[in-house]
């Protein structure tokens, strides 16, 4: 382009507008472009019914592969996509050599297999994977991979018997090429570049392979690695039979091209030596990982976040759910579990070669703060199980309170596993209950009758992890000073962090509006005022936008105890982190919010003062009347006759009627709130 421009600058603009054309097409220079654009892990359940997955992929404009599943009962795999001429209505199984195979039985009519759209696909009616095929009540993932530069790409071509090359669209060089006979039985024939030189994989069980290699990813003389426009396929049957029809599907590794400066990686296809807890680094945190021992015999392993891998510390059973890619089985577990930069696997046999295809989760900034934050006021029932619906988004932290009776504040999240429990008005533990949430869904969670006490009053808080807005992270403590990284994206302005294995060490608190530098935190279960550590605690570092530190203070950080941290931080428009001094009158808190706020947490925090950690939100009533306030640090129940806070447009607005805890002449106070 800059040459084109030097020597024809009488056509700079029409060049320049071409420039951006093409590299709009590539997500570069145009419309950026991220993981959430290109992928996605949906989870359903069947209905025996037309169903439609919404889950934001543009599949009828831009193309990709639909890969489902069943979970809950033995059944193929189905691998659709929108470039073999069947692609929607005959699916390939990643556990079987068959030929492409007509969905719901009898030719190929519009009734059976996807329908693609431009923000997800349909499945037909009489579709096996949820519908009359006899999947109906079964439970089902969806992983939906959209044809992009840098990303993925699927290519369908006709055997000629010789040498072909076939060209792709990645723009970089593949980190993973498979591909399979549409047209006739034969196995997969896998090239992956953490493979050794000349080598091949198949969706088998099978270890890797050089015999014939010139045949399947060479020129019929010699092997030949893909390169950032082509691959190459030799005489042999399984990938170039003459006449036959194949298809292949395309990855990238480590490309960039994505996020707000389109230089993110995305994706990565990589290999690691196998050893006891063997971390893997990837530089970002994955949500969907393919797994695979190659030089010996092993199934390939699917994991992926919807459907859960508990990050359990130093606990080796992490108890991920595993589905794996050359059986038909049902989903079972693996001991494998994520960090901020990769994942680590316990089931790694120690000396043997892995290979790999992991892709980044979610990396978009929420616009709204419906996209992150919803509450749900509900009255118990006694159905076993129940499930809230209408969140909105798939939550990743809830809150369970019976505010009108008063009841522990009990946190669940995903990242801990769905029956892990915290009690912010307590310094125990984390305890197991198997009583209490069992899944976290696409809009919402189910749960158990523990919660679901028949006539009783409940709200639950949702939050959704987003960069800018809200992340978690799990660690385990080393009794020396260290820092942990984080995918908030930018400076956590409010640090929460609580041992999960050890009881006694309270909820530690910090935020940028105290100081890291002092060492200053506070206590979440208690109403206590600002401590100062001395280091110990927070190391006297501040934290960056990838990391946060912590001192070597058994409560912050003690040998080998669990930790899990939520880090929050303002974004405009969806949350803000801040503080007001109080006046003894009416004080407008500006959050740059244009309908105020939803959501409402303050702490008093001038030193020596203290102030419990009240809550308002919109469901209980943010109005020009009495607001009910409950206390995020105890289990009383809620207080409905005072009017502490006003709604305010751009935020809220705390009454001359406030108590010293919120609003004392010359006080400082530390808030959380979300539009």
């Known amino acids: 382009w800059h040459d084109l421009e030097r020597l024809c600058p009488w ?8 420039r951006d054309i093409v590299q709009a097409a590539a997500g570069v220079g145009g419309d950026k472009l991220y993981v959430e654009d290109v992928f996605s892990t949906y989870l359903y359940t069947g209905n025996g019914s037309t169903q439609t997955i919404t889950n934001g992929i543009d599949l009828d404009g831009e193309g990709g ?80 991979f959209r044809k992009a530069p840098k990303f993925f790409d699927v290519v369908t071509y006709t055997g000629n018997g010789s040498t072909q090359n076939i060209s792709h669209s990645l723009d970089t060089q593949p980190g993973c090429v498979m591909i399979k006979k549409t047209s006739g039985a034969g196995d997969w024939m896998i090239w992956h570049r953490g493979l050794s030189a000349g080598h091949y994989i198949r969706f088998t069980t099978s270890a890797q392979n050089n015999s014939f290699n ?36 395309v990855f990238a590794h480590d490309a960039g091209g994505f996020g707000d400066d389109g230089e993110q990686n995305v994706i990565s ?57 050359n059986l038909s089985s049902a989903e079972s577990t693996l001991s ?48 076993n199980p129940r499930s809230l619906t209408g969140v909105g988004f798939a939550p ?45 869904n696409m809009d919402g969670i189910t749960f158990s009758s523990d919660y679901n006490n028949n006539g009783l009053a409940s709200q639950t808080w949702f939050f959704k992890r987003a960069p800018g807005f809200f992340d978690e992270v799990c660690d385990t403590g080393t009794g020396s000073n260290k820092t942990e990284a984080h995918n908030l994206g930018v400076v956590p302005e409010l640090i929460i962090r609580k041992s999960r294995s050890n009881a006694g060490p309270y909820w530690l608190v910090g935020s940028t509006y105290l100081s890291f530098s002092n060492d200053e935190y506070l206590r979440l279960s208690t109403n206590g005022p600002t401590q100062v550590g001395g ?37 405009p428009g969806v949350s803000k982190v801040g503080s007001y001094s109080g006046t003894g009158g009416n004080v407008n808190v500006d959050c740059g919010f244009s309908a105020g706020a939803r959501f409402i947490l303050i702490k008093r925090t001038d030193p020596g003062s203290t102030g419990d950690w009240y809550v308002w939100d919109s469901v209980r009533g943010i109005s020009a009347g009495n607001d009910p306030y409950i206390l995020l640090n105890n289990a009383l129940a809620q207080v409905t006759n005072t009017d502490y806070i006003d709604p305010l447009a751009s935020g809220f607005t705390v009454t001359s009627s406030a108590p010293a805890a919120l609003n004392a002449s010359g006080g400082s106070y530390l808030f959380l709130a979300i539009a």
């Open 11 to 18: 056509i700079g603009d029409g060049v320049m507008a071409i």
């Open 269 to 325: 296809c990589g290999s690691v030596v196998g050893a006891s807890q063997q971390e893997v680094y990837l530089g970002f945190e994955p949500q969907w990982i393919l797994l695979k021992n190659a030089n010996s015999a092993q199934d390939w392993w699917m994991v992926d976040n919807m459907r859960g891998w508990p990050v359990q510390g130093t606990d080796t059973s992490y108890s991920a759910r595993r589905l794996n890619a």
């Open 535 to 571: 280091g110990s605690y927070w190391n006297s570092t501040a934290p960056t936008s990838s990391v946060f530190s912590v001192g070597n203070n058994s409560y912050s950080n003690g040998t080998n105890y669990t930790f899990v941290n939520y880090l929050f931080a303002s974004l």
């Open 65 to 144: 592969l639909v890969w489902l599943k069943s979970r809950s009962i033995s059944q193929a795999h189905g691998l659709f996509d929108t470039e073999r001429a069947n692609g929607t209505t005959k699916f390939l199984q990643s556990n079987a050599t068959d030929a492409e195979v007509v969905d719901g039985g009898g030719s190929p009519v519009a009734t059976v297999g996807i329908v693609p759209n431009s923000n997800g696909f349909t499945l037909n009616n009489n579709t096996y994977f949820g519908g009359n095929g006899g999947g109906s009540g079964a439970t089902y993932a969806s992983w939906t």
């Open 396 to 440: 990743d932290l809830t809150l369970f309170q019976a505010p009108a009776s008063g009841t522990n504040w009990n946190w669940y999240d995903r990242l801990r596993g769905p029956t892990k429990r915290l009690l912010s008005n307590h310094t125990v533990a984390e305890s197991t209950r198997s009583t209490g949430i069992t899944s976290f």
């Open 214 to 249: 010139d045949a399947y990813f060479g020129n019929s003389t010699t092997y030949v690695d893909p390169t950032s426009t082509q691959f190459t396929v030799g005489y042999g049957d399984l990938v170039n039979s003459n006449g036959a029809t194949f298809v292949a599907y």
């Open 336 to 383: 494998i579990a994520t960090s901020a930069t990769g994942f680590k696997a316990n089931t790694m046999t120690a000396g043997q070669t892995y290979i790999y295809i992991a892709i980044r989760r979610p990396m978009k900034a929420p616009e709204a703060g419906t996209e992150v934050y919803n509450a749900i006021a509900w009255t118990g029932n006694s159905t």
